[in-house]
């Protein structure tokens, strides 16, 4: 499940439920930084289920190691750094809505239930949280989505303060994936934000091969964004991928049927996978290979490419 933001919007089960689900589905659950549920109480529902933490990197020191502290501390074995919304996005749609739920403290209870955060605030600004949430929602963001990208070289922080696995989300060149492998990251998740980010950004799957070609052999390489069917599943394993992430369409069943309509889409999900295995006649994950799959040019595509 990858990590989607803000879940409280599309449903009261929120994160919490989501996390449960995925539990009982056996499908790991990503815990985005802009969440609406604290990482205690997403931990406590995932019990004993697989559970990874993303983090929008904050620009404080002292508020990532207490982050990452909290992640360790409540079972998340993974960390996952988004590089590609260091600043969102320009997004007319979010725009004409006056969509900012962040500035209402909405998807901000990682931070606002952060010992470390909390203290600095409280310090800097005379009030607590709850009675200034505007204010205290400008501090939050303008940690995780400063406007300024941290650097390669400051990778190493991450690299020392985490002793779990490393993976970078919003790799699309295999230039920078062999960066990432430098840095001695675990893995990355190749990916475009789900075409939230960049207008006009390649599509994710275009440049998967090329990216497994040059690092797939020294490190895991993850896909997101556009996984809608189980046959999407199939060719973004068979292009190289160990493992696809999923986020709209649960999300989609998330807000239809809270965390049962978000298990129904995992499950279908998983029913399609293996029902359309079989019928492709691929015994098992591990057959998955480019001798399965065959890249059709139509004429359209001629076009679009001249």
């Keep these: 499940m990858a990590p989607v933001g803000v879940q409280c919007l599309f449903h009261e089960d929120k994160e919490t439920g989501l ?77 004409d809505n006056a969509y900012i739920p962040f500035i209402r403290g909405v998807g901000t209870q990682v931070g606002f239930s952060d010992p470390v955060f909390r203290s600095k605030f409280e310090k800097e600004s005379g009030s607590k949280i709850e009675e200034d949430i505007v204010g205290a929602s400008k501090s939050w963001t303008s940690q995780v989505f400063s406007g300024r990208p941290h650097t390669w070289d400051q990778l190493a922080f991450l690299r020392d303060h985490w002793d779990g696995p490393l993976v970078l989300k919003g790799i699309q060149h295999v230039a920078d994936a062999r960066q990432a492998l430098d840095a001695g990251c675990d893995g990355i998740i190749v990916s475009n934000h789900g075409g939230r980010q960049v207008d006009g950004a390649i599509g994710s799957l275009d440049v998967l091969p090329e ?87 139509y004429p359209g595509d001629r076009m679009a490419m001249l």
């Design 19 to 95: 996390a449960e689900a995925c539990r009982e589905s056996g499908v790991p659950y990503i815990l985005s930084t802009a969440s609406s549920s604290s990482i205690e109480e997403v931990a406590a529902a995932n019990g004993d289920g697989k559970r990874w933490f993303q983090l929008y990197w904050p620009e404080d020191d002292d508020i990532t190691l207490s982050l990452l502290k909290r992640a360790k501390d409540n079972g998340f074995s993974v960390l996952v750094v988004t590089l590609d919304t260091f600043s969102l996005a320009w997004r007319p749609a979010d725009l």
């Design 211 to 297: 990216i497994v070609d040059a690092v797939g052999d020294k490190m895991t390489v993850l896909f997101d964004s556009g996984i809608r069917t189980g046959v999407d599943i199939i060719k973004a394993l068979c292009l190289g991928a160990k493992a696809v992430l999923i986020s709209r369409p649960v999300i989609y069943g998330l807000a239809i049927g809270g965390k049962v309509g978000a298990q129904s889409v995992m499950k279908g999900l998983l029913a399609d996978l293996w029902q359309s295995i079989g019928l492709s006649g691929i015994s098992n994950l591990q057959e998955c290979d480019r001798n399965k799959i065959r890249k059709v040019h």
